[in-house]
């Protein structure tokens, strides 16, 4: 397992997602926004409609972990319970993703990605 890097990143995502849930529960968030944001950032793929350069441009800023992360610092330098649950719910999508095999897009076509190269 170790010498392979799929299997590797996919286990380190399913760990990621699971503390995010974990940090949304202690947060005390609803499951109601949890199911309404949860599959948001997937709209960052209607870039695709326009070309497969847009659409993993798009996809890739809605997927990249370091802006829920920057959000979760934000949210918790306001005491924003409702931005650290955006920020969570973000990451946990993302996370959720990366678990199933869905990873950062090539800007060739959107099966090609970090996680398997078409």
Same mark, same amino acid.
Not at 8 to 14: C, S, T
Not at 51 to 74: D, E
């Given at each position: 397992m170790l010498t392979r890097p799929t299997v590797?990143? =996919?286990?380190?995502?399913?760990?990621?997602?699971a503390a995010t849930i974990i940090a949304y529960i202690h947060w005390g968030h609803g499951w109601v926004l949890f199911a309404v944001l949860f599959l948001t950032p997937d709209l960052f793929m209607l870039g695709y409609l326009a070309? %497969?350069?847009?659409?993993?441009?798009?996809?890739?800023?809605?997927?990249? &972990? *370091?802006?829920?992360?920057?959000?979760?610092?934000?949210g918790y330098q306001l005491h924003s319970a409702?931005?650290?649950? &955006? *920020?969570?719910?973000?990451?946990?999508?993302?996370?959720?993703? =990366?678990? &199933?095999?869905?990873?950062?897009?090539? %800007?060739?076509f959107f099966k090609d990605t970090h996680l398997s190269r078409a």
């Open positions: 590797l990143l =996919r286990l380190e995502a399913a760990i990621l997602f070309n %497969p350069q847009l659409g993993s441009a798009l996809y890739n800023l809605g997927h990249f &972990v *370091a802006l829920p992360l920057l959000l979760l610092a934000y409702i931005t650290i649950a &955006v *920020a969570l719910i973000w990451a946990s999508h993302i996370e959720f993703d =990366r678990m &199933v095999g869905y990873g950062l897009k090539y %800007p060739t």
